[in-house]
């Protein structure tokens, strides 16, 4: 089911209408019903450390591979891959 009215604490039945799950996701998107970057639950990096760490990279130090940086910010190595290579925080402007 997906809602017309989009009030998060409505519970009226009429505003409620058939979907797919591929037409509640694209209604979530169009509406910006999406948690990005940060404000997603599970982030373990801010907006800041994302750039800090892009910026860092970008600059070829060897003092700070991936590796490092990954000890540097107490994350994985595969997610300082995915952010170097904008495979997450893609949207995200620098």
Known sequence: CLHK????NCVN???LF???FGDNARDRDEKGRTAQDEDHGISKLSVMQVREIRRVYKARSKEFNQQKLAERYGVS???ISQ???RQI???MQE
Do not use: T, Y
Request: net charge neutral; glycine share 6%.
């Open 77 to 79: 190595f595969q997610l």
């Open 83 to 85: 952010v170097v290579h």
């Open 5 to 8: 009215c989009d009030v998060p």
């Open 89 to 91: 925080w893609r949207a």
């Open 13 to 15: 039945p009429q505003h």
């Open 18 to 20: 058939l979907g797919s």
